[in-house]
């Protein structure tokens, strides 16, 4: 059963813009879990890209800050990680992690490309 579902990935020019979502299912999600998209190149280990506390605290890799902005929505069981200035380094497929019970999505592949 697929408990984190990633969204919102696809082709994009360099300099665009995506947005990613992860919606958590009624069955694990928690309020107070540290939520994290992660992103995997070809030939890369996978790497944190941001998280969120419950507390809304966010933290961010050097190589996207002031770039992506993490945010999180209880209500709808959701975080968003919003890519902006998107080069092509940041190819990868993206994953979302909530911390409690370190359950993880399937991921949504970001390619871009002129």
């Known amino acids: 059963q697929v408990q984190l579902v990633e969204s919102g990935g696809g082709l994009v020019q360099p300099w665009g813009s995506l947005r990613l979502s992860c919606v958590a299912s009624?069955?694990?999600?928690?309020?107070?879990?540290?939520m994290g998209w992660y992103r995997q190149a070809p030939g890369k280990q996978r790497e944190l890209v941001a998280d969120?506390?419950?507390?809304?605290?966010?933290n961010y890799a050097d190589s996207v800050k002031g770039r992506f902005t993490i945010s999180r929505d209880n209500a709808k069981r959701t975080v968003y990680l919003q890519m902006n200035n998107l080069k092509v380094e940041d190819t990868a497929v993206y994953y979302c992690r909530q911390g409690v019970g370190n359950h993880w999505g399937q991921g949504t592949q970001v390619v871009v490309s002129a």
């Open positions: 009624v069955s694990i999600f928690s309020i107070y879990a540290n």
């Open positions: 969120i506390g419950s507390d809304a605290r966010t």
